[in-house]
T-cell receptor
Framework: DSGVTQTPKHLITATGQRVTLRCSPR?????VYWYQQSLDQGLQFLIQ???????AKGNILERFSAQQFPDLHSELNLSSLELGDSALYFC??????????????FGQGTRLTVV | AQKVTQAQTEISVVEKEDVTLDCVYE???????LFWYKQPPSGELVFLIR??????QNEISGRYSWNFQKSTSSFNFTITASQVVDSAVYFC????????FGAGTRLTVKP
């Protein structure tokens, strides 16, 4: 158990819909990263938050947004869903915002299926 | 349950040395995928390789090579002639219905 909690574990929804994925980082970790994992593209970094503020942005679509709340949990919002958005979405947390020169602890992911 | 073990927490080498990062996995599934990722100081994960469970052919890409052995459930990663820019945390991961990562190995390459 990494200490990072992601909910829900599985999600099935229709095209055009909107979903929210949730991540609770490890206790004491201030930084949260979101990744999208698909078989053909591997794991892609989406966005990072540190202590409530956006810190880095990767390959995140405009239809997607995220935020980190005062209690440090984070939500990833996916809207106008398309079939190609079907993937595993991971959250990871680290102690601080710099390199994870320490380990990044990953949640087990949310499997999103868009039908 | 799936499990990915990277027993080496930290490795330190001097530039130009070869280094092998170990990865041992457990799964009950016959179809699965194995991955290696690099996490440089910038923080994002960089995809290095994906292997499916039916393809045991070893692969070489430049200074990187991977040795997949189903008999020992291992998927080891070797960097030859290491360079300072190889310094990073490297993650091995297993995917079937879920994705599990190893804890990572922090590689430091000293000049």
């Amino acid at each position: 158990d990494s200490g990072v909690t992601q909910t829900p574990k599985h999600l099935i929804t229709a095209t055009g819909q909107r979903v929210t994925l949730r991540c609770s980082p490890r206790s004491g970790d201030l930084s949260v990263y979101w990744y999208q994992q698909s078989l053909d593209q591997g794991l892609q970094f989406l966005i990072q938050y540190y202590n409530g503020e956006e810190r880095a942005k990767g390959n995140i679509l405009e239809r997607f947004s995220a935020q980190q709340f005062p209690d440090l949990h984070s939500e990833l919002n996916l809207s106008s869903l398309e079939l190609g958005d079907s993937a595993l979405y991971f959250c990871a947390s680290t102690r601080d915002s710099r390199a994870p020169n320490t380990e990044a602890f990953f949640g087990q992911g949310t499997r999103l299926t868009v039908v | 349950a799936q499990k990915v073990t990277q027993a080496q927490t930290e490795i330190s080498v001097v530039e130009k040395e070869d280094v092998t990062l170990d990865c041992v996995y457990e799964t009950r599934d016959t179809t699965y995928y194995l991955f290696w990722y690099k996490q440089p100081p910038s923080g994002e994960l960089v995809f290095l390789i994906r292997r499916n469970s039916f393809d045991e052919q070893n692969e070489i890409s430049g200074r990187y090579s991977w040795n997949f052995q189903k008999s020992t459930s291992s998927f080891n990663f070797t960097i030859t002639a290491s360079q300072v820019v190889d310094s990073a945390v490297y993650f091995c991961a297993l995917m079937d219905n879920d994705m599990r990562f190893g804890a990572g190995t922090r590689l430091t390459v000293k000049p």
